[in-house]
C-alpha cells in the first residue's frame, strides 16, 4: 500500500478528524511555516499553576535537565501527565509545544514542558547537548513527575527530532517503559535521508533557520567544548557538515552515517509495546515518505498509523489557529486508551 492510499479508515478503529488545510497555509512549506509561528507565548500559561523541576543527569557530567510542570486548572483526576518533547533547535517555549501545552491544560490534563540536554533553559546547566539517540535522558525527564501524578501514567508526545527520540526509547525499553502511551508527529524515521532531503534547494530557508540555531546553542558559554569542536560547530554549511564535523565525533560516532544509521527509530519500532499514535502527512518537505511506505505496520499491532495527505513538518494548521489537529487526533487517541 502506498501513501497516497493510506486513510485514516485504515489507520485504526479510532474516529479520527479529517484535516482540512487552514487558509492561505496551503502546501507543505507553508503548513510547516505555520507549524512554527509564535502564535501563543509562555505567559498565555500563566493562569495554570506551574513549577519549575529539576532533574540532575547520573552520568557524571553534572548536567541537570530543566522543566516546567503545569497543572489545570480544573481536573478531571482520571487523567495521565502529558511530557511534551521538542523537536531540533527547540525548548519547552517552541511554539508547539505552548500551543500543545494549552490544549491539553483546558482538556483537564496535567502537562510537563521539557528541555532535552542542553536545550532551552537546560543550556545553562550542561556541558553536553542532546543528540537524535539520547534516549537515557528521557529516565531523567520522567523522573521529575511529582508522585502524586504518577498515578495515572505518563503519556509523552514528541515532535520531529523528539518523536525519533521517543520512539528509539519505547523501542530499546519494550514492555518495560516507564509511559503508558505514546505520540510520534512527524518523526524522522530515516536520519540520513532527512538530512540529505534538507540539503534540497527547496529547503534552503528551513535548513539556514535550523543550522544558525544549532550553532548558537552549540557554543553558549555553558557548553564544554574544545576549540577543534567549537570551530566545527561555527563553520558548518549544512546539517549533514554539522553532524559529520560536530555531533559524531562529540557523541563517539565514527561519522555522520554512523550516527544517523544508530540513531534513527526505524530499527526500534518492532519493539515498542505501549499503544503510540503515529502521525505524518505526505506532504512534509523535510521528513520523505520512503520510511512510511515502506514499512511494514502489521508487524507492530501497538503502532496507530494517521497518515494525512497535507499538513507539513509538525504543521497541521486547520481553520482554527487554537486546536491544531494534531492535537486534537492525540486527544482522542488517549481517550481511547483510557476507556475500559
Known amino acids: 500500500m502506498t501513501l ?53 543527569v547520573l552520568d557524571g557530567t553534572g548536567d541537570t535537565m530543566v522543566a516546567t510542570l503545569h497543572r489545570p486548572i480544573s481536573s478531571d483526576t482520571s487523567r495521565c ?24 491544560l483546558n482538556l483537564g490534563y496535567p502537562v510537563l514542558r521539557a528541555n532535552l540536554r542542553g536545550a532551552g533553559p537546560s543550556r545553562p546547566l550542561c556541558k553536553l547537548q542532546y543528540n537524535a539517540g539520547t534516549t537515557d535522558d528521557l529516565v531523567h525527564l520522567i523522573s521529575m513527575v511529582p508522585p502524586d501524578l504518577r498515578s495515572n501514567g505518563i503519556a509523552a508526545m514528541g515532535y520531529s527530532l523528539g518523536a525519533n527520540v521517543l520512539m528509539k526509547f519505547l523501542g530499546e525499553r519494550g514492555s518495560s517503559a516507564p ?19 534538507f540539503m534540497r534547494w527547496d529547503n534552503a530557508l528551513f535548513q539556514f533557520a535550523i ?46 552515517e554512523d550516527y544517523y544509521t544508530r540513531s534513527s ?26 520510511a512510511y511506505n515502506q514499512y511494514r505496520w502489521d508487524r507492530n499491532p501497538k503502532l496507530v498509523r494517521l497518515l494525512s495527505q497535507s499538513g507539513g513538518h509538525c504543521g497541521f494548521r486547520g481553520p482554527d489557529r487554537h486546536a491544531y489537529w494534531h492535537d486534537a487526533c492525540a486527544a482522542r487517541f488517549l481517550k481511547s486508551i483510557a476507556q475500559p
Open 265 to 290: 527509530c526505524a530499527a526500534f519500532l518492532e519493539h515498542i509495546a505501549v499503544p503510540t499514535l503515529v502521525i505524518y502527512a505526505a506532504n512534509d518537505p523535510i521528513v520523505p515518505s520512503d
Open 81 to 104: 501527565l502529558i511530557l511534551l518533547i521538542h523537536g531540533v533547535s527547540g525548548s519547552e517555549d517552541s511554539s508547539y509545544i505552548l500551543r500543545s501545552a494549552a490544549y491539553f
Open 179 to 197: 509511559i503508558k502511551a505514546a505520540i510520534a508527529v512527524s518523526s524522522p524515521r530515516d536520519l540520513a535521508a532527512v538530512s540529505r532531503r
Open 211 to 256: 543550522l544558525s540555531q544549532l550553532r548558537t546553542e552549540s557554543v553558549k558559554p555553558a557548553a564544554e567544548l574544545s576549540e577543534q569542536e567549537r570551530n566545527a560547530a561555527l563553520n558548518a554549511r549544512t546539517i549533514w557538515d554539522f553532524d559529520q564535523t560536530f555531533t559524531a565525533p562529540r557523541n563517539g560516532f565514527s561519522s555522520a
Open 4 to 56: 497516497n492510499l493510506v486513510t485514516r479508515e485504515t489507520s485504526t478503529h479510532i474516529d479520527f478528524p479529517k484535516f482540512e488545510t487552514g487558509a492561505p497555509w496551503w502546501g507543505g512549506h507553508l503548513q510547516t511555516i505555520a507549524g512554527a509561528l509564535p502564535t501563543i507565548r509562555p505567559s498565555d500559561l500563566d493562569h495554570y499553576p506551574s513549577e519549575r523541576l529539576f532533574a540532575p
